[in-house]
């Protein structure tokens, strides 16, 4: 009944972000997916973080879970929210007419292989070195992704925007 508490904190949480944040928040600026994709990103990371946290410090049998699970649980559904759906506006806005279709399908596909072996990898990790290690490593991991993420990936202009002009 808690795993199904958290599960549905997590979707509940990341639908009313989608619908009434990101939705909102696109396109207001030149900045506008990196910038939501990289608030995803480090919220996942300081969710994995929380997790890791939590792991730390034993509760006992039956008890609910402790705040930091929750605080996890939020970094999740914040990067439920924004990473993927921003992800996929970035590459279809960085490629020519003719090739979006491919590049969003490569894209995809790297995609759904990171989604294969990521959790066999996290799984060998977390029975061969314990969960907190497991949690750490991931956010560790998150956040060198997340900063060569913003430190690799232009900003995507806004799309219909007319260009600046110099002065």
Not at 25 to 35: A, I, L, M, N, T
Not at 55 to 82: D, I, K, M
Request: with cysteine; charged share 10%; glycine share 12%.
């Amino acid at each position: 009944m808690q795993q199904g508490k958290l599960l549905g904190f997590i979707g509940v949480v990341s639908t009313l972000l989608q619908g009434g944040w990101v939705r909102r928040v696109k396109g207001r600026s030149e900045h506008r997916d990196r910038g939501l994709v990289a608030t995803g990103m480090v919220a996942c990371a300081l969710g994995l973080l929380c997790v890791a946290l939590c792991c730390t410090t034993p509760s006992a049998p039956g008890a609910s879970p402790p705040l930091l699970l929750w605080a996890g649980a939020l970094g999740f559904a914040v990067a439920s929210a924004t990473v993927v759906n921003c992800l996929n506006s970035i590459v279809s806005l960085v490629c020519s007419r003719a090739d979006t279709g491919s590049r969003l399908g490569d894209f995809r596909s790297s995609g759904q292989i990171g989604r294969a072996l990521g959790p066999v990898f996290a799984c060998s990790v977390y029975w061969l070195l314990g969960p907190s290690t497991c949690y750490f490593f991931g956010a560790a991991a998150l956040a060198a992704v997340s900063a060569a993420f913003v430190a690799i990936v232009p900003a995507t202009p806004v799309v219909g925007a007319s260009p600046k002009k110099s002065q």
